[in-house]
């Protein structure tokens, strides 16, 4: 069974950090033709805030709203998919959910349907 296991999410203050994992179970981060990171706010779409092909060795594409403060890498060795998040602002606040494509010819990482998600992890952000 394939499986996205997300960790990592917390309470956070201002300006602090944290860290969100992404476990993939039963496939490889290999086998994913694009994989991302995305956040939703209650109220508010899902919005998508970093992407990157895993397999094309290309630096991954961020959101205009967190380039500078996240980063996004990936260890085939442990088969996760990682977001730095630093310098949190309060609008970063939201559940975060790992995604992933294996589909061959789904147009982009930014603009393609995701066929695998993970449950979600909330990043609560205080001013």
């Known amino acids: 069974q394939r499986q996205l296991v997300e960790s990592g999410g917390g309470s956070v203050e201002a300006g602090g950090s944290l860290r969100l994992s992404c476990k993939l179970k039963g496939l490889y981060i290999s086998s994913a033709v694009c994989m991302a990171w995305f956040r939703q706010t209650p109220g508010k779409q899902r919005e998508g805030v970093a992407y990157?092909?895993?397999?094309?060795?290309?630096?991954?594409i961020y959101d205009d709203s967190v380039r500078g403060r996240f980063t996004l890498t990936q260890d085939h060795r442990e088969n996760t998919l990682n977001l730095q998040m630093d310098k949190l602002k309060p609008e970063d606040s939201g559940m975060y959910y790992c995604?992933?494509?294996?589909?061959?010819?789904?147009?982009?990482?930014?603009?393609?349907?995701?066929?695998?998600w993970g449950q979600g992890t909330q990043v609560t952000v205080s001013s």
């Open positions: 995604a992933a494509d294996l589909s061959i010819g789904g147009g982009s990482c930014r603009a393609r349907e995701y066929n695998y």
């Open positions: 990157i092909y895993p397999s094309d060795g290309d630096a991954p």
